[in-house]
């Protein structure tokens, strides 16, 4: 009998099997597809690689450099398969191996609280560990047309189309249509709210949309599409969310809500030993999130008793030009009756910014008006990924903006971007006027 057995292979499950082996536990590993899931092989790592190669096909920022720019789609999505996507999932399965990990090939089937059928084979475990993930959504007036794609069927594309409609103005979609976007591809984003990135700190996704316009994108906000027809575009990509894949539970009753499996924050799921992590609970569709709740169940498992922290919980959107969410937005903190002081800083004003002309963005910080602790930190513009995690280190120490006022940050950086907006809180921030009373 294994001790823990891990249904999906994903940067949910295989964290967490890794994880229960350095405890010392027995632990076997159920994966019916490749092995890291699709963040590895269709999503996060594949997709930034793309938005990588798409970077290099942009006109310089210089006008005394001329460059000439062709590219093979077909070998592009090779390149990216056999250079990144393989040669990570050999490591991963190089990691597995080591922890003495066993891989199971195929499709699990849950047959009671201790027993998990894999094929023909059935595996006994104190422990069952469902990171089986989620697939993408297709609204039913789309899922009759040769025309329609999701973002997994993007990477079997033989050649890209002349135009392109996204349906879904979320981060996913809005990734897209900056990756096509820079591929010559003539994209129009269609998005049933009023703002892109729904939830989204709105005075950035205002400047995403105005930057994305620029760039020849067409938006279209509030708008629902009730046919196929009203799409004239060559090709449709859905991004509308995607749905957890919840396994054959047999005899065993899962806690649903909302279509996913519901699970407390020791992500226990109903049973006291059944658990389950990453996108097939429904919380947050983030591989680190998967990560973090897949070590959170290990340590669990290994009798640590640790909750999950969902508090602060950074988001980086890779789109043109980046952006990053962490924290409360202004709005937000006004609903809870908090009352704040706001501080903003562009990148236009920024160093860094201008010696590489990259001057679309702006960094916006959000404190409390009394003892100006942070409350957010909402970024647009080169960098802003990277800054993200110091964005939540501040926020989740409960800094206040005295304490960033303190701190060195070299010149030129991005990062100064924090800097002068912390300072502009106060209105202290050296490169920008004076606030007019």
């Known amino acids: 009998m ?6 999906g292979g994903g940067p949910g499950g295989y964290p967490c099997a890794i994880r229960c082996a350095q405890y010392g536990l027995k632990v076997a590993l159920v994966e019916s597809c490749e092995i890291g899931g699709v963040c590895l092989n269709r999503g996060c790592i594949p997709t930034k690689a793309l938005f990588s190669v798409s970077a290099e096909l942009e006109k310089p920022g210089f006008r005394s450099i001329e460059k000439n720019v062709s590219y093979n789609w077909e070998k592009i999505l090779n390149e990216i ?111 049933m709210q009023e703002n892109l990135i729904p939830g989204g700190e709105e005075e950035i996704t205002g400047l995403l949309r105005k930057y994305l316009e620029k760039r020849g994108i067409s938006i279209l906000t509030g708008r629902r599409i009730e046919s196929i027809d009203e799409i004239q575009q060559e090709k449709i990509l859905v991004t509308v969310g995607r749905k957890a894949n919840i396994p054959d539970t047999g ?86 009756g908090i009352q704040v002081k706001v501080g903003r800083f562009p990148h236009a004003a ?43 280190l501040a926020i989740s120490r409960g800094m206040k903006t005295e304490d960033i006022e303190k701190v060195l940050f070299c010149h030129p950086t991005y990062a100064e971007g924090i800097m002068e907006a912390v ?4 209105k202290k921030s050296v490169h920008l006027p004076p606030r007019k009373s």
């Open 251 to 336: 005899s065993i009753s899962l806690p649903l809500e909302k279509g996913a499996v519901s699970t407390d924050p020791f992500m226990k799921a109903g049973a006291e030993n059944i658990y389950a992590v990453g996108d097939v609970n429904g919380k947050f569709q983030y591989a680190y999130v998967a990560t973090r709740e897949g070590e959170t169940a290990a340590l669990n498992i290994a009798g640590r008793n640790v909750s999950m922290d969902y508090s602060n919980i950074p988001s980086a959107v890779f789109t043109d030009p980046e952006m990053s969410f962490c924290g409360m937005t202004e709005k937000e903190a006004m609903s809870r």
């Open 423 to 426: 300072e502009d809180v106060s």
């Open 350 to 392: 920024l160093g860094k910014a201008s010696s590489q002309k990259k001057a679309d963005g702006m960094v916006k910080v959000v404190a409390r008006q009394d003892s100006g602790e942070i409350l957010g930190i909402h970024m647009i513009g080169t960098g802003s990924t990277e800054l993200v995690s110091f964005s939540a």
């Open 2 to 7: 294994y001790d823990v057995i891990v249904i």
């Open 81 to 191: 398969k056999t250079d990144v996507v393989i040669r990570l999932r050999n490591g991963v399965n190089f990691l597995l191996k080591q922890n003495g990990i066993e891989v199971i090939r195929g499709e699990a089937r849950i047959r009671d609280n201790n027993c998990v059928q894999a094929g023909e084979r059935e595996i006994a475990a104190k422990n069952i560990v469902i990171a089986t993930g989620a697939t993408p959504c297709t609204p039913e007036i789309c899922r009759t047309s040769d025309r329609t794609l999701t973002s997994d069927d993007l990477w079997k594309m033989e050649k890209l189309p002349e135009s392109i409609a996204v349906v879904g103005g979320g981060v996913i979609g809005c990734e897209f249509a900056s990756i096509l976007n820079r591929f010559g591809v003539k994209v129009t984003v269609y998005e």
